[in-house]
């Protein structure tokens, strides 16, 4: 989660400012307890790799004007609506969600690395990344070019298997995502659907939600599953071929078949399918393959 700080120009945006702070402080309270140290960067490291996203942001920092909760509201709703109707995620989930995790936009993930959603690095990440403590010390965490990309990568983040089921909901139906994102797992803290609950009609965040048809949703729910299970498919071949010693893969050059790779190996080509947890005859130059049992 962010820790964030938050400034105010009146009475009205320090209120709000102070709810929020709250919130986070509440949300993250499960993790605190736990840190430790991250063992695959050095705080020496973590610091000089800060130190350089900072210098490379530098202009963008020192011009940056802080958001309260409205003007981050109006700053961020385009872009919630449109992920709401490519997937199906609430608007108003996805702002609330944007407020809580980033401190209202001024969080330090969100000004320097414009993180607005707290998502972490993971083996597929291949951006630059940035430093900071959170369920361990020095825990990495995605830098994006815009925030609108960290909105996008927060919608892309939750077409996951454990989060198929919400994509099911009608895309106004903020409490079902609410109570169904903890259910799922995204937080630890057992008050999360009330607090972003809270957030989302504190400031009327449903108006910018919109009801869909019954061929809409289905449509829609049928492609975004689809995206969902390619992304599961493709973790499990990764997984397999991170966990196969080098002498069982092979890597496809030009004029490879799955059927002559398969006679190649003493395989058919099911078996050779079976391994590599593949749902058709698609193959590509560069792919890598398990070939032996």
Request: hydrophobic share 35%; net charge positive; charged share 25%.
């Amino acid at each position: 989660m962010i820790y964030a700080s938050f400034r105010a120009f009146n009475l009205k945006q320090n209120i709000s400012c102070l709810f929020i702070a709250a919130v986070l402080l509440s949300s993250c309270s499960a993790h605190r307890a736990a840190l430790t140290s991250n063992p695959f960067i050095s705080s020496r490291e973590a610091r000089k790799n800060n130190e350089a996203i900072q210098k490379s942001r530098s202009e963008a920092i020192s011009n940056y004007t802080p958001f309260t909760v409205y003007s981050y509201i109006d700053r961020f709703k385009t872009i919630a609506i449109q992920e709401m109707n490519l997937y199906g995620i609430p608007a108003s989930i996805t702002l609330a969600q944007g407020l809580f995790e980033s401190g209202n936009g001024n969080g330090d993930l969100a000004k320097i690395a414009n993180n607005h959603f707290g998502i972490k690095c993971n083996s597929d990440w291949k951006g630059k990344s940035y430093y900071k403590d959170d369920d361990l010390g020095n825990d990495c965490f995605r830098v994006y070019d815009r925030p609108e990309d960290s909105y996008r990568d927060h919608s892309e983040f939750l077409k996951k298997k454990r989060y198929a089921a919400l994509f099911e909901l009608d895309k106004n139906d903020y409490k079902g995502w609410a109570y169904g994102l903890k259910q799922a797992g995204y937080a630890t803290n057992p008050k999360y659907p009330d607090l972003i609950i809270g957030v989302i009609e504190k400031y009327h965040l449903d108006q910018y939600d919109r009801p869909e048809g019954e061929v809409q949703k289905i449509k829609r729910e049928d492609r975004v599953l689809a995206q969902i299970n390619q992304n599961i498919g493709q973790a499990v071949k990764d997984s397999l071929v991170q966990n196969t010693p080098p002498g069982k893969l092979y890597t496809i050059k030009t004029g490879d078949t799955l059927y002559n790779i398969s006679k190649r190996f003493g395989l058919t080509v099911d078996e050779l399918k079976a391994l590599n947890n593949m749902a058709d005859n698609t193959i590509k130059i560069g792919q890598t393959l398990v070939v032996a049992k």
